[in-house]
């Protein structure tokens, strides 16, 4: 995995990253999960961004964050899509930015963004 991660194969750092993460190492999987999302991963970008601040991953502004989720989303990660829902929440409470976010990561099969669209309240017509 080292050589493939050298050689610029993302998923072979985001392998690496996920393995340091495992075993209590942050310090080693920030720099691995960057390297991942700079070498196309977007599992590798997922990682940075959701760790993003915490011992080992470099800080990251709200922006660059929804920026990388929105992408992760874009590119089918399900957990991309309800990240940036979840950020949005967060930002601004439940806009549209959170609801497409959740529609979003529910059809990417996301089975708790559908359960939480369930249970959203609709008016009488």
Known sequence: LAQGCNEGDGLSCLRLAA??????????????????????????????????GRPGFEPLSDGEKAEIFSRTCDRGLAEGCRAAADLALKSGGRGLDWL?????????????????????PLPDL
């Open 19 to 52: 393995d340091a993460m495992a075993a209590g190492a942050p310090e080693s999987a920030g720099p691995l999960a960057s390297r991942a999302c700079q070498s196309g991963s977007p599992g590798g970008c997922l990682m940075r961004a959701a760790q993003a």
């Open 100 to 120: 497409r976010n959740l529609v979003r990561a529910c059809d990417a099969g996301h089975s708790g963004s559908c359960k939480a669209l369930r249970s959203i």
